[in-house]
């Protein structure tokens, strides 16, 4: 199953039909995962937006502060430079997570949907360089 079919993968690409529809990308996450609330993925979808890494979506603040500070932001950075500096590999969201966490000091047990945002960005073409922070 390609990530863009996953759960998180549908909510992403929903929540960015929805930032096109004038939306915020906090509203329109909001609207987009009604029922499947989860802080990682979403944290996930907001920082890529945050730091301009998803086509369409202007750079801005976006993530609350408590998420600023978190790492899931950087985990999908991260995931995010390794699929546009090799745009034909196919990652599971595993070994996408695997990859993405090489560098941590502080290793995080498995991936918790953060890597079927960043892939369904990709799969669709929505996926651009960003900025690191």
């Not at 909001?30 to 979403?42: F, M, R």
């Not at 408590?66 to 500096?85: F, H």
């Not at 990859?99 to 949907?113: F, G, R, V, Y």
């Amino acid at each position: 199953m390609k990530a863009s079919q996953s759960s998180y993968g549908v909510i992403t690409l929903n929540a960015v039909e929805l930032i096109r529809q004038r939306f915020t990308p906090v509203e329109a996450w909001s609207q987009a995962v009604a029922g499947k609330e989860k802080a990682c993925p979403k944290s996930a979808f907001l920082g890529l937006c945050q730091f301009g890494w998803v086509k369409d979506v202007p750079a801005g603040e976006y993530l609350s502060t408590r998420a600023l500070a978190g790492p899931n932001k950087d985990y999908t950075i991260r995931a995010a430079q390794l699929l546009l500096a090799e745009p034909d590999a196919d990652y599971t969201p595993q070994a996408l997570w695997t990859l993405s966490i090489a560098d941590c000091s502080q290793l995080p047990a498995n991936h918790n949907q953060q890597m079927n945002v960043v892939l369904a960005l990709k799969e669709a073409g929505l996926l651009i360089e960003g900025t690191v922070p």
